[in-house]
């Protein structure tokens, strides 16, 4: 099998129409609830009920806010520039942040008032314009395009089903959950412990591995046999393009994922151009 047909699938999971990520804003001397829905052309009562506030006249400057996205985007003429938020993962610098969000080293700087000297760190959380344009990412495999996912997934968009786990199975961390996600590219959602080392079931190849927005870093793992091993979700990686892994190898940690707030990895699984349920897999 091909392994590029696989890392265009994979993009095309992640190019399905979604929401866009909400953006957070900080509260000014002066605004009210209604001056800032009026400015985003939101409703004062959703912004309310999205941010936890029975009483709109308590509204303190400093608070953070977070603003509700139609799907398109950022409404426009709000006469605004708006955010959202990035944690910092290991190893990541201002470069690769601006390329994969489609946005520029200095625009980053002005968001965030970095110095030209600054240096990132893990941990760092920062802002980046909403309107962060496509992204393009690229591997030895060949070049894979996909729209900037403006943010989080919404579990709405996922169609899961939660499944019971099985205990006699083997799976790249110690699962508590096992979320089946349905749609045109099946897969699972493992649920384990905040930067667990995610491992490899299988001996094989790694084919490609880098960020995919809304699913963290992602390596893609070449099996004999024709399949394809899938392992998203990491905020770090362990491994590089061409590695060699065996059952057992750490692929890398699990991250947080934004819609669910648990660390979860997704675990997908092909054979022969056809995505097959993760627990029938080979498992060496």
């Known amino acids: 099998m091909d392994h590029r047909c696989v890392l265009l699938l994979f993009a095309a999971f992640l190019s399905a129409p979604l929401p866009a990520e909400d953006v957070v804003h900080i509260v000014g001397r002066g605004e009210t609830i209604y001056s800032i829905a009026r400015s985003f052309n939101i409703d004062p009562g959703d912004l309310m009920i999205l941010n936890n506030i029975t009483d709109a006249s308590r509204l303190q400057a400093g608070r953070r806010l977070t603003i509700p996205v139609n799907p398109i985007g950022i409404t426009e003429n709000t006469g605004r520039t708006v955010y959202r938020e990035?944690?910092?993962?290991?190893?990541?610098?201002?470069?690769?942040?601006?390329?994969?969000?489609?946005?520029?080293?200095?625009?980053?700087?002005?968001?965030?008032?970095?110095?030209?000297?600054?240096?990132?760190?893990?941990?760092?959380?920062?802002?980046?314009?909403?309107?962060?344009?496509?992204?393009?990412?690229?591997?030895?495999?060949?070049?894979?395009t996909s729209p900037a996912l403006a943010g989080s997934l919404n579990d709405g968009v996922r169609q899961t089903t939660v499944k019971e786990v099985d205990s006699s199975l083997r799976w790249p961390v110690a699962p508590k959950e096992i979320v089946y996600m349905d749609g045109k590219l099946p897969g699972v959602m493992v649920t384990g412990e905040r930067a667990e080392s995610v491992r490899s079931l299988t001996q094989g190849t790694v084919i490609s591995a880098g960020p995919y927005r809304g699913f963290g870093r992602v390596a893609i793992v070449q099996v004999a046999g024709g399949y394809l091993y899938v392992y998203g979700g990491c905020e770090s990686l362990s491994v590089k393009e061409g590695d060699r892994v065996s059952p057992g190898t750490e692929i890398g940690k699990l991250g947080i994922d934004a819609v669910s707030d648990k660390p979860q990895l997704f675990f997908l699984v092909f054979l022969k151009d056809n995505p097959i349920d993760p627990s029938k897999a080979p498992r060496a």
């Open 86 to 144: 990035h944690r910092v993962a290991r190893d990541e610098t201002l470069y690769n942040i601006a390329r994969t969000n489609g946005t520029t080293v200095q625009a980053l700087r002005e968001a965030n008032g970095f110095s030209q000297t600054y240096v990132l760190k893990e941990g760092d959380l920062i802002r980046i314009p909403a309107s962060a344009g496509a992204v393009t990412e690229t591997s030895g495999a060949g070049t894979v």
